[in-house]
C-alpha cells in the first residue's frame, strides 16, 4: 500500500486584516503587481482609478501618499496574498541565504553553502525553490519546497578571468544572484565581488575538472535535502510568525486523492502471448509482428581502415550471436539476415565519405521489391561537436534513396557492454524494416492520437516542431513531419492530410482527436487545427494533453512505505485543477524492484468540448493512454517514462535542423529511421 508524501508544508491564512498602500512608480524595494492582482477590494470599490494604470509598486508597508490604498481580506484576494506571502519569505531569507533571487516565474530560490563540495576552485550550492501556490489537493495556501541540484560559482572574481564575456551568463554579488547582461551598476562598480557560475568554457578556462552527474536513485538525496532544509529553517518559531504552517510538515496526500491506471495498462503484446518486459518478450514468445517485406537486405558502410577490427567483429556478432546471451540477429528480428556486400561501401576518409556515398548510392541498382538497411559503422561519435555533421549528413543521403539505417559507432563494438547494446538496437532495426516488435494490448479504438514535440537548436537559436501520428490506440503510428515553430498552418494541414486519411480508412467514424503536445497549447496553435475539423465538417471534440518532456522535479510525491521512496508504477495525482503527476517507471508492484527511479511527468488536459472531463472515468482512460505509450519505445528495450507521442517527434525534429534541404524526404516520413 503507498503512503504517499507530497513536498508541500499547508498554512492557513493569517486572521487579521491588513491597510495596503499602492503607487504608480517605482521606489527601490517597491514590488510591481499587475491590476489584475490587486486586492479584490480595490476592484470593488475604486475600479475606476485601478484600470488607469496597469502595473501599481507595493513594498507591502508603506501607505503615506499613496494612490490606492485598502484594507485586505487574505481569504478573498488570493493573487495579492501570494505577492504579500512571497516577499515576506524573501525577507526572511534574506539573512539566511548565501545566495538568493527571484526565478523566471517569480518563485523564491535560495542557495546555500556545501563546504564540504567545495574546493578553492570553487564554491558549491545547494539549490532551493519556494513557491506559495492555492493548493488543490491540501485545499487551502501552501508552501511548496523543492530541491533543485547544486550550481558551482568560481571563487575567482570576473575581473580577474581573462576569457570573452558572452561566456559569463550567470554571476553571484553581495549574495545576490544575477544575470550577466542585466547586471545591476553596483555590481559593476565592484566587479571584484562578482563570482561566475561555472560552465563548460569556464570550467576549461580554470582548469577545473568536469563532474558526471551521479546516476541512482534521486528520491533520496531529494527527500533527504528537503527534510533537513524543512527541519533547519521552516519548522521553527520564527518562520511560522511569518506563516503559520502546518505542524505536521509535509502533506500526507489521502488514499482517495490517489488515482491508479490499470495494472493491465504495463501489458505488451508479443507474437502470442502478453508481457510487461520488452527485453524477455523479444527473445520468447518473440515480437508480434515480423516485416512485411518479402525480401530485406543489408549493407555496411563503414572507413577502409576499420574493416577488420570492427565492421567484420560486428558481422559476426550479427551472424553468430554475441557471447551466451544475445543469439544470431535472424533469431531476435524473425527475418532472414542477409548482408549483401556488392552494396557494401567502404569509404577512403571521413573528409570524402559524403562524396563517396552519394556517388555509390547514385550508381546503385537496387532489387526491386526489397527494403535496404545501411549499417554504418562511424568513426566519429555522433557528439564530437567538429564532425558530427557528417552522422546527420549520412542518415539524409541515404533517406534520399528510401534506405533506412542503423549508426554504430565503432568504438562501442569493442564496449564490454555491447551485448546490451545489441539488444537495444534489435526491436530498433526490426521497426525500422516495417515489422512490430510489440504493441499495446487495448481495444481498438476508433480516434486518432496525434503527437507533437519540439527541440530547439542551439546553433540556429531555432525550434524545431516534429509531429507524430498514430492511427489508432493501439500505438502503431504512420506518419512523422517537422516545421519550425511558427508554421502554424503546415503544422494544421499535416494534421489535417492524417485526420482525412483516418476518416476514409475507418468509414466515417471518428470519436474524437487526441493531440500529446509539448507545451501548452496557444490559441493561434489550436484554432488552425478547428477550421481543419471545420472544413471535413467533423464536428468532433479536440483533448489537449500537455506532457512536460522535462521530469518534474518542483511536485514529487514520497512513498514512505518504500525504502526506496518511488511510489508505484501508474500513479497519479491531481495536483490542481485538470493537472496531474504521473509516475511512470518499472516498479509494477509494492514488493517490485526497479533499476532506474524517473521523477514523475507533470501532465495537464484541455478539451474544446465544456465539461468533456466531468467523468473521470475520461480523465483515467487519457492519463492511461499517456502510460502506456511510454510502452512503445522502439529505441531500447529499457522502460521510458515520457510517450512516443513526444519522443518520437522530438527525436525528428532533434535531426532534421542538421539536414541540408528544407523538407524532410517522403521516405523518412513514413518510417522510423530515427530510432
Known sequence: MNNLT???????????????????????????????????????????EVVKHKFYYTNFEDTEDCILKTKVDLYSSTKFAKHLYTRLVYQYFIDIADAIQFNYVGDIEVWLLDAKASTTKYNSYNKYTL???????????????????????????????????????????NKEIQRF????????????????????PLKNHLEIPHTVPRKGNRYKPYFNHITTFYNNYLNTDEFRDILPLD?????????????????????????????????????????????????????????KPDRADYVVKLYNYFEKGYKTFFPPLKKHIRQPFYMDNDTSLAFESPDTAIKEI???????????????????????????????????????????????????????????????????????????????????????????IVGVGAFKSMETNTRFV?????????????????FRDNEFDLIAGAIGKQILKFVVDNDNKAERLIIHYYKPISKDEIDPIQKTLGRLKLDIPIVI??????????????????????PLSGTIIEIAHLKYLLFNNAKYSSNGFAKDHPFPVKLSLYCTEQDYFEDIAIVKELIDQVYQFSRMYWKSVKQQNLPVTIKYPEMVAQIFPHFEGDKLPDFGKNNLWFL
Not at 545591476?184 to 563548460?200: C, F, G, M, R, S
Not at 510525491?557 to 518511488?566: E, G, I, P, S
Request: hydrophobic letters at 30%; a negative charge; charged letters at 25%.
Open 6 to 48: 507530497i513536498n508541500i508544508i499547508p498554512f492557513k491564512h493569517p486572521s487579521i486584516q491588513k491597510e495596503f498602500g499602492f503607487y504608480t512608480e517605482k521606489k527601490e524595494g517597491y514590488f510591481p503587481i499587475h491590476r489584475t492582482e490587486l486586492p479584490n477590494e480595490l476592484w470593488d470599490n475604486q475600479k475606476e
Open 131 to 173: 513557491k506559495i501556490e492555492f493548493s488543490g489537493l491540501t485545499k487551502s495556501p501552501a508552501l511548496l519546497l523543492s530541491y533543485d541540484s547544486t550550481s558551482k560559482v568560481a571563487t575567482t572574481s570576473i575581473d580577474e578571468i581573462n576569457i570573452p564575456t558572452e561566456y559569463f551568463k550567470t554571476v553571484v554579488y
Open 181 to 200: 547582461k542585466y547586471l545591476t551598476e553596483d555590481a559593476k562598480q565592484h566587479l571584484d565581488q562578482v563570482y561566475p557560475l561555472l560552465n563548460i
Open 247 to 303: 505542524e505536521n510538515g509535509f502533506f500526507d496526500i489521502p488514499e482517495d486523492e490517489v488515482l491508479q491506471t490499470h495494472y493491465h495498462s504495463n501489458n505488451l503484446r508479443f507474437y502470442d502471448g502478453v508481457g510487461i518486459d520488452p527485453k524477455a518478450g523479444m527473445k520468447n514468445p518473440g515480437p508480434y509482428k515480423s516485416s512485411p517485406h518479402d525480401n530485406v537486405r543489408f549493407f555496411f558502410i563503414y572507413h
Open 358 to 448: 552519394k556517388h555509390h548510392l547514385i550508381n546503385l541498382e537496387k532489387q526491386p521489391n526489397t527494403r535496404y538497411v545501411a549499417v554504418y559503422v562511424s568513426p566519429i561519435h555522433k557528439e564530437d561537436e567538429d564532425n558530427k555533421h557528417l552522422y546527420y549528413q549520412v542518415k539524409e543521403e541515404l533517406l534520399k534513396h528510401e534506405i533506412t539505417s542503423q549508426v554504430i559507432y565503432k568504438e562501442s563494438i569493442n564496449n564490454a557492454y555491447f551485448g546490451a547494446f545489441l539488444e537495444n538496437i534489435t526491436p530498433a532495426l526490426l521497426a525500422k524494416i516495417d515489422g512490430i516488435p510489440w504493441r499495446l494490448d487495448r481495444e481498438l479504438k476508433q480516434e486518432l
Open 466 to 482: 516534429g509531429s507524430a501520428f498514430c492511427f489508432n490506440n493501439k500505438g502503431e503510428f504512420k506518419g512523422f513531419d517537422c
Open 545 to 566: 494533453v500537455t506532457i512536460n518532456k522535462t521530469e518534474s522535479s518542483d511536485y514529487v510525491a514520497f512513498d514512505t512505505n518504500d525504502n526506496a521512496l518511488m
